[in-house]
């Protein structure tokens, strides 16, 4: 089996200079930001070496016992490095070689500025296909980081797989082979999934996964021998010509998505009340007065906004997604006069129904609250256009579901009758998605930014040609004047997407005006938390349900060039056991594992009234245990509200807590009254998912971490000094 490495040069989001930007025309000054490797490739390149090694070895201690033909492991294969980027990307080509890659090639060309994430697929995809052609590699396992710091979209890699029909094993956190007697067996690969891990199983290539930083970092450090040889290597360029694309689909001109602003976010100030351990002032004294404050703001019923002034930091209604600036009623989607609906028609560029593809709580069974609030604010945009607000529920429907979708704001039900495997397979959801949204007219798909989205959104773009804007925070309806397709052009009532790029540090706002080209819709998906759901009290929805073949769900992953990409085909079902021969034997196999674990918290995070977070700074997983849950249930008795424990990313990764509980820019966004932080330091992407809360808490030792300048309450101590007193003064009553 042959490797190939998706290697990404992107910008060091930790160290943006102040001079970077050009503040009066709105744009990134990209030569002045420090550029490096995505750091989750590294760890793709790493595993990569690892099973190409590991098979090598497996091999070596066979015997010259007979080797068995297109088996996963079996025979010492390539690991090739492929990076798209400005000429000096090489160096990251020329590190992975001194780390151990066969090979290296880069893709490089004036004629690739400016792609979005479906032009950039289109691009890696043409390379796979010459790759394959040339016998370079023969049936890959593409391994690629899950997403990149600097547009965090999570997208390129999984709709590479879409163009080349390759089957998707995402959010890889281990992998294991089965020895046999030829060598290694079948690769087993621990994932994230909705609760918990599963475990896929790759019986076969080609295929494509994405890995997170749960797996081992890339060594830091090589031999000046390794250098040297990665130095005097062949790094081949390839330009658009070389790869047989035409213009009109790389690049820019090729993009489905155009960016038509980019500015910086809103700083926040808070008030900042310091209590500090050893100082001068006995915290003793100190901690029951934040703690009465606290509880008085919550028992006045305070709520971003809602208590007399505002809370340093918190929504306003400039600043705030509001669905009422969207729509003249979200609460009453759907036709309004005859003249309106007739200006809307005739004057729209994008025709058609306002679709959200609601999603199933992985843990409970429900509705997601992610997908009511996607349902709000699509009934606001759907007013203003005129047209229907539709959800779309592939695996069928119950009763009490209509009801609900009906009062969240859905006009239609669109329900897909079909079974999905226990463990997450991308593929399976998308395909449902896909194959009813090609028998109506859609002119928006918005789609929940959970862990599942955030792959099936991706697939089901690229099944129907649409552009994708990630984690979008801002929707609005409004015309678009400027250049497209190399002349002066006016669209009326285009989607305006409003979104997080350079790992929070700046804002975009993106448009999508290529899709109807081919009939498809602007597509979104946006995280949990960043709309706030409605209710329309007795309202009431059509029923429209779909029961595919499927042959039918299988012929919906069909793609735009895929046709031309040979090596696909692939398919993902449930487990048949290790030493069960797939039954298509032609065919890539990725088969679906038990799925373990549960969720840490008894309700959703976004409807808590205060969330206890932990990072890294509380001291290890054992103090999560011992200090932040003993706090979350101190909390419940004392104050009498909901309690939540949440992590940030770096916590999560380090296994304190399972991603369903993540907060941050790929997590949740969360708005609860009050914010109790942990240990975390703050970086810009989990603030990003937590600043609009009512009041802000930060217990650290690190002065210099950035939450402490976001918050209301700073205590300045290490968490096992502060947390006990806290446990004490609460039980205590003060």
Known sequence: MDFVVLVKYVADVERIPEDAWDTERGLLRRSRLRMVANPLDDRALRLALEIRDSAAAAESMTDGREKGAGRPGVGRGKVVVLSMGPPQAEEICRRALAHGADHAVLLSDRAFAGADTIATARTIAAALRHLVADRVVHRPLVIAGMQSPDGDTAQVPIQVAALMRYPVIPYVTAWSAAPVSSGTGPIS?????????????????????????????????????????????????????????AESQAGLAGSRTRVVEIFSPPKAGRRGYRVEFGGERNPLEELPVVLEQLEQYLRTGG?????????????????????????????????????????????????????????RDAGTGEVNRCSLELLGVV?????????????????????????????????????????????????????????????????????????????????????????????????????YRGRAGGRDSSYRKVLFQT?????????????????????????????????????????????????????????????????????????????????????????????????????????????????????????????????????????????????????????????????????GQTGKTVRPRLYIALGISGAVQHRVGMENAGRILSINSDDEAPLLSSSDYVIRARCEEAVPLLLQLLQDGR
């Open 303 to 359: 709520a971003p906004g809602d208590s007399g002034e505002a809370a340093p930091g918190t929504d306003t209604p400039a600043s705030r997604p509001d669905t009422r600036e969207l729509g003249d009623s979200p609460g009453a989607s759907g036709p309004g006069n005859a003249a309106r609906e007739a200006e809307a028609r005739e004057g729209s560029y994008y025709r058609g129904e306002c679709v959200v593809l609601c999603e």
């Open 499 to 663: 979104r997080p790029a350079l790992g929070g540090n700046v804002m975009a706002t993106i448009v999508s005006l290529r899709g109807r080209e081919n009939g498809a819709p602007q597509m979104v998906s946006a995280r949990p938390g960043v709309f706030a759901p409605i209710a329309r009290e007795g309202a009431s929805a059509v029923l429209r349900e779909f029961t595919p073949t499927g042959d039918e769900l299988d012929s919906e992953g069909s793609v735009e060039l895929a046709a031309d990409f040979g090596e696909g085909g692939g398919k993902v079902e449930p487990d048949r056991g290790h030493d069960e021969a797939p039954a298509e034997a032609a065919q890539p196999d990725v088969t679906a594992g038990e799925t373990g674990a549960t969720s840490d918290t008894e309700i959703p995070l976004e409807e808590c009234d205060v969330i206890v977070s932990v990072g890294l700074g509380i001291g290890g997983k054992e103090n999560v245990d011992r200090l932040a849950r003993p706090l979350v249930r101190a909390l419940k008795r004392a104050w009498g509200v909901a309690v939540g424990l949440g992590c940030s990313r770096a916590a999560m990764e380090a296994g304190y807590l399972p991603h369903s509980v993540q907060v």
């Open 189 to 245: 690969f621990e994932t994230l999934q909705p609760v918990g891990r599963g475990r896929l199983t790759l019986r076969r290539t080609p295929a494509l996964s994405t890995v997170t930083s749960f797996l081992p970092e890339l060594p830091r450090y090589v031999s000046l021998e390794r250098m040297s040889r990665a130095s005097a290597a062949d790094v081949p360029v390839w330009g658009r010509e070389d790869l047989g694309i």
């Open 379 to 479: 009934a606001g945009l759907a007013d203003k256009l005129s047209t229907r607000t539709t959800a779309l529920m592939p695996g069928g429907i119950r009763p009490d579901e209509r009801e609900l979708l009906a009062h969240s704001g859905a006009d239609t039900i669109l329900s897909v009758g079909t079974e999905f495997s226990r463990t997450f397979v991308p593929e399976e959801h998308a395909r449902a998605a896909a194959y009813a949204l090609r028998r109506i007219r859609s002119q928006m798909v918005l789609v929940p930014a959970t862990l599942t989205g955030r792959v099936v959104a991706p697939l089901l773009a690229a099944y129907l040609g649409a552009g994708l804007t990630a984690d979008c925070t801002g929707l609005k309806i409004a015309d």
